[in-house]
């Protein structure tokens, strides 16, 4: 398999309703080969609904989508072949062990019998259940069935990864373990789809995010919009009497204090770089210094208020 | 551990490997499954457990009450088989009826719709699946059969058609339970609507027929037999031989005409199959419309040969009813697994209200 543009992921004009329900109106979105594109909406926003349409589970009203280069809708086999999807919902087979569903898995794939157990001992690792490989499905926890779930999706070494929600329900080891394995595999050639609400997570795991709300993806310059809007900075200083006074000084005024530091709106990082360099001068010992909330979430806010949609979405 | 793309891991392509042993290596791994998750439980070989007592107590107390009327095996046997037929369509229904809706509940059926197994291997493997735990009790029931058979008067031709016909019954109630399993949204609902359609089949159609034959009357002319000065009367008769595929479609008289008919010399049938055969078949003869009749009222003469048809020549004379009723199941249940796969192909276009995908 070539490494021509086509691989990973496309999305282009599609939209898929229920009924009456337009569960997605107008997505397209595209995620190369070798990296990790994060799917951000509000709950509700279609993004569920366009997870099962990349898994070939569903097929789009209008628009067309390429999976590893194969349409799902007319060539599902070969999109599954090479698509690894991570459901929102945690199914497993809960008389198997841990090892059997993977083991299973594998078979489902057309692995050798052999070739599936090895697959499975390696998931085992590389998902860190070692110690649950033999119980049955049924008595794992809600992370242990994540985990799970996960080393499910990647039993046939996908080239294109989808995951809806893959942290929730993890400890913070496991999301840690998670991040640095989705780094890790997109490092290696995948193209990685995440969804997640946990936005500061993402923020560290995704080269790039779709915002999609009410159906409908951002456009790239919304996003740019979105991003460069004015936003909170927290700082916090060694004598907050001092930073008060350096910031009253600096001429910034609506500031808001709360337990972790004060709150300044700051409009760009020029902006920031240069109130820090104001407020050093002036003396004030900074011992914090950085945006309140992470790019992602930001851009998400931003893009979440009405009038950030041109009022459409009332 | 590395995660790097090993090519064991990717499926691996062996030159014995054709679409066909594909397709069936699939779905074997489909029916594996099932028999495993569904299946293997203590409930379930407590219910065999069950099963097996009450198959052993109905034939000891058949052979107590038949050698009670020195008639013998074939009896025994007869009703074994049916009690085999009546506990399969009360377990059954139970075992197969949320098959396909049931993995939806849990999640499962996404997961496994997004791997290299088609909805064909998925559905197929699932009735299969649902056949062999069925046929479990058929197998658990065959030392009773045999028991039946040393009592005599059984034919060995007649257990084997019989055991086959039963085994045939069960996989076409699996069939509707699947079928129905993928087409309704609900566990629940798709059990009760097998258990229904089982119903319907096994009770529904000797009513159906009784209340169609009545309902649909001919006029007969009876005439008089020449040289005879009686008037010709007229009566109305119904006519069950329109509507005798409807009760051949019970599965109690499949089972029983499959059976191969034994006769004794003076053309009557030798057990209750037999008997059923005969009843059966009978309804397929129409009324004859300008009948003769060979009695004369006024002179008190007989013109009649005496002749009716035995048994057997009515029997001998029909349309093997076992073979349409049997014909009927059969594309109950295909209809049935069709429907469902119909119902379940992804990527999927039209989903019915309050369905989800995954």
Request: charged fraction near 15%.
């Amino acid at each position: 398999m070539g490494s021509n543009a086509a691989q990973g992921i496309t999305v282009t004009g599609v939209s898929r309703s229920f009924g009456s329900v337009h569960a997605v109106r107008d997505a397209t979105l595209a995620v190369p080969p070798g990296s990790v594109t994060a799917l951000i909406g509000p709950n509700g926003a279609g993004k569920t609904t366009l997870l099962l349409m990349l898994a070939s589970l569903l097929a789009p009203d209008t628009g067309t989508i390429t999976i590893a280069g194969h349409d799902p809708v007319t060539d599902p086999q070969a999109v599954r072949a090479a698509m690894g999807w991570m459901p929102d919902v945690l199914g497993s087979w809960p008389s198997l062990s841990v090892r059997a569903s993977l083991e299973v898995t594998g078979r489902m794939y057309r692995m050798s019998r052999p070739a599936a157990a090895a697959r499975a001992n390696e998931l085992i690792g590389l998902t860190g259940m070692e110690a649950l490989a033999d119980r049955p499905s049924r008595v794992l926890s809600r992370g242990q069935k994540q985990r799970l779930s996960l080393a499910r999706a990647l039993v046939h070494s996908p080239s294109v990864l989808l995951l809806d929600e893959p942290a929730s329900g993890l400890d913070p080891a496991a999301r840690v373990a998670l991040r640095e394995l989705v780094r890790r595999l997109a490092g290696e050639g995948t193209a990685i789809l995440v969804s997640s609400h946990v936005l500061a997570e993402l923020d560290e795991m995704a080269d790039a995010a779709v915002y999609l709300a009410d159906g409908v993806t951002a456009s790239a310059e919304r996003v740019a919009l979105a991003g460069a809007s004015a936003r909170s900075w927290r700082i916090r200083a060694l004598d907050p009497a001092s930073l008060e006074g350096g910031l009253r000084a600096s001429g910034v005024s609506g500031t808001r204090t709360d337990h972790l530091g004060t709150l300044v709106q700051v409009d760009n990082e020029a902006a920031a770089a240069d109130l820090l360099a104001r407020l050093v001068g002036a003396g004030v010992q900074v011992s914090a210094f950085g945006p309140a909330v992470g790019d992602l979430e930001h851009t998400f806010i931003d893009l979440s208020r009405p009038e950030a949609n041109g009022g459409a979405a009332a | 551990m590395s995660n790097t793309v090993d090519t064991n891991a990717r499926p691996a392509v062996t030159p014995d490997r054709t679409p066909a042993r594909d397709f069936v290596a699939g779905l074997w791994l489909i029916v594996t499954l099932e028999l495993r998750q569904r299946v293997r439980g203590v409930a379930w070989y407590i219910l065999l457990g069950i099963f097996v007592v009450l198959v052993a107590a109905v034939t000891v107390l058949l052979w107590l009450s038949t050698t009670a009327w020195e008639t013998g095996g074939g009896a025994v046997f007869s009703a074994v088989i049916f009690f085999v037929l009546l506990l399969g369509t009360l377990v059954s229904p139970a075992l197969s009826g949320n098959a396909i809706n049931g993995d939806r509940d849990i999640g499962t059926l996404a997961t496994t719709q997004v791997t290299l197994i088609s909805t064909g291997q998925l559905v197929l493997g699932k009735f299969v699946a649902a056949w062999i735990t069925a046929l479990a009790f058929l197998a658990a029931a065959v030392p009773f059969l045999l028991f039946a058979v040393t009592l005599g008067q059984v034919s060995p031709g007649t257990i084997a058609v019989s055991v086959l016909v039963l085994a045939a019954e069960h996989g076409v109630i699996a069939a509707v339970g699947v079928g129905l399993s993928g087409v309704v949204t609900r566990p629940l609902f798709s059990i009760v609507v097998t258990y229904l359609i089982v119903a319907a089949l096994s009770v529904g159609t000797p009513i159906a027929f009784v209340l169609l034959g009545t309902a649909t009357k001919s006029e007969q002319t009876l005439t008089p037999p020449a040289g005879c000065h009686d008037p010709a009367t007229t009566v109305d008769v119904p006519r069950f031989d329109r509507y005798w595929w409807v009760l051949a479609a019970n599965p109690y008289v499949v089972v029983a005409d499959a059976s191969p008919g034994v006769f004794d010399t003076s053309g009557n049938p030798q057990d209750l199959f037999g008997w059923i055969a005969v009843g059966v078949r009978q309804a397929q003869v129409a009324p004859d419309l300008q009948a003769e009749v060979p009695y004369c009222n006024s002179t008190g003469q007989y013109y009649g040969d005496g002749k009716q048809p035995t048994a057997r020549e009515l029997y001998d004379n029909a349309v093997p009813s076992w073979f349409v009723g049997l014909g009927i199941h059969l594309a109950l249940g295909a209809g049935a697994l069709l429907w469902a796969w119909r119902r379940t192909i992804t990527p999927a276009r039209r989903l019915p209200t309050g369905r989800r995908v995954a």
